[in-house]
Each structure stands twice: as structure tokens, then as C-alpha cells.
């Protein structure tokens, strides 16, 4: 029989890995601010075709506005973060699932333990 797990990825931290997540955050920092500045455009549009639904595009424009800067400052603390992190270290990058064929008579703690796989620099180095 087989049964579907969900093992962990992690990341070894590198020079390249880290250099490649800082343009990647800064990139989707980008995105997000020019996001911002597309919406307060077309909300000065719209407001000036339609005056008398003023607040309510205000009020809609505002909560979409609001969602890309709580982006942005999330982006921006992991880029502080990462800053942090030293060479070496180990950082999850999600989960895969995993299928795994099962017996009578396995141990079944063993296959209930976590399993992970380590890449780094985009090479599989270990599976446990």
C-alpha cells in the first residue's frame, strides 16, 4: 500500500542563496510599491467620474493599498532577516509530499517521524 507524507524542505544558507532571496524580496518590494502607485492612480480616476461614490472607492482603494504595504513591510523585515542569517544555517523552504510504499509488519513510528531534504545551492545534499 502506498501513503502520501509531507516531508520538509530546508535550504543551507549560502552566499549565492542569499544574494539570490535579497533580489528576489527586492524585486517583490518593487512590484508591490508600483502596485501601490497603479491603484492611487486609477482611484483618482475613478474618483473623478463618479464624485458622488467618492468614499466608497476611497474606502475600497484604501484596503487594497493598505494589503500591498503590510506585503511590503513583510518583504522588507525578511530582507532584514536575512541580513542576519549566517552561512551555514539551515531555512525552511515548504514542503513536498513524499510517496511512500507501506508493509505489514513496518515499524510505523519510523515512518511517522519528520523527514527532511536539504538542498543547497540548488543541489539535493541529504535526505532523512
Known sequence: MNIIKKVTVKKIV???SKAQ???EYQLKIF???QECEQLKFEQKKLEQRSASKK???AVKFKKEITNRKDHIKWYTYKLEQLEILPIGSEMNDGEV????TI???MNWDNLTEEKSIIVKDGIITKIT
Open 21 to 23: 532571496l535579497s533580489e
Open 103 to 105: 508493509e505489514e509488519g
Open 31 to 33: 512590484k508591490l510599491e
Open 14 to 16: 549560502t552566499d549565492d
Open 97 to 100: 509530499e513524499a510517496l511512500i
Open 55 to 57: 468614499a466608497d472607492i
